[in-house]
């Protein structure tokens, strides 16, 4: 730390002793709270410890690395996304998938995919354009060539607006057990305030400790 008081500069060092949210904690062997003096710069020396996503995901690499974990040979997810089996970019699903999804196509009575917004006492919908409307669609069709979705957009194209919208017709159609993950817990938030925006709120939000403090 480079201190400043009426006889000029001084460096400082010293050893964080906690951090809580936004606040830290520095041991010193010096005294600073004596005196007319200022911190004027603090400098971080070492990598901060994993935090607790950092540590899991290094956990899963190395069990892969042993062999004691499958993630990468039997989950259908990572090796239609990272490892396809075919060349013309058509997944290959399990075939029980494939037949349970035809078996729900042809039962009776099955609600079709929503072109209007499905009307409930407490939920507000907002109204989606034609591509929305056909991103939701996709979302929710359970045919083999759809079980993967990518929605492309610049900000302000109501990217946010269709993971609302598709939660709020999932659940209307019976459908739970949805995830929404995001790469930074900004994204995350978002998300939930578009939800409460909707009036909907049958859910749990989880973010990162330090992100969540002084909310």
Known sequence: MQINNEHGEF??????????????NVNSDRVLTTGNKEITTVTSIGRDDPTTAEARRSATILRILQGSEKLLDESPWVQNIWFPQTDDGLFIWPKEWSQLSLLKANLPNQPPLPHSPLQTSNMV???LNASQQEAVNFMLSEHDDHRITLVQGPPGTGKTSVIASFVQYSVQLGRGGIWLV???NVAVKNIAEKLISRGFKDWKLLVSRDFHYEW
Do not use: E, F, L, P
């Open 125 to 127: 919908h907002h109204t």
């Open 182 to 184: 995001a790469q930074s």
């Open 11 to 24: 460096t400082v060092n010293g050893r964080m002793g906690g951090v809580s949210g936004r606040s830290g």
